[in-house]
């Protein structure tokens, strides 16, 4: 048994405003900055109809309506997964935010790498093969075929099974 308080019909369990046909509730910039709102809010775009507005200053309020009709219960729920993705993408735009010096760092890195001159380009490449002189062909395989073997070719013969003493 939990100790859990009943939940009425016009509040979610996270304190939400659950009407009829919608969910509200207001976000404060301080903890979820507008980026990590609108990406929460992005990923929900497809199960329901979002309208954001400013209440105050500091504070989101959301507003979220299902396409289908849904049923308190099922908007509990959207509520608590809009929380949870509010706090990802909290979580996401941090880390993000600090690693970013070292992404910029391998991004330049690669960049730098990728235009360096230190290696031959293809142009380079192809001057340097038209540049060299062909050597001696010890094997001949720059001799044509028909120089080296004759202009007609021989006709090989098939070759014979060897006779059978059966008795």
């Given amino acids: ?81 809009i929380a949870n993705e509010l706090l990802s993408q909290a979580l996401r735009a941090r880390l993000a935010q600090s690693t970013m010096r070292i992404r910029e760092y391998y991004s330049a890195a690669a960049l730098r790498a990728a235009t360096s001159t230190a290696s031959p380009s293809i142009d380079e490449l192809l001057a340097e093969l038209e540049s060299e002189e062909l050597g001696d062909d010890p094997l001949e395989i720059m001799v044509p075929w028909e120089e080296k073997h004759g202009s007609q070719a021989q006709e090989v013969e098939p070759k014979k099974e060897p006779e059978r003493n059966d008795g």
Avoid at 12 to 26: E, K, M, N, Q, Y
């Fill in 1 to 81: 048994m939990t100790d859990a308080a009943p939940v009425t019909p016009s509040e979610s369990r996270l304190g939400f405003a659950i009407a009829p046909d919608h969910i509200a509730f207001d976000v404060d910039e301080s903890v979820y900055p507008l980026e990590t709102v609108y990406g929460a809010c992005y990923l929900f775009v497809d199960r329901c109809f979002l309208f954001l507005s400013r209440s105050q200053p500091g504070v989101i309020n959301v507003r979220v309506t299902p396409r289908t009709s849904a049923t308190p219960a099922e908007l509990d729920t959207l509520a608590g997964e």
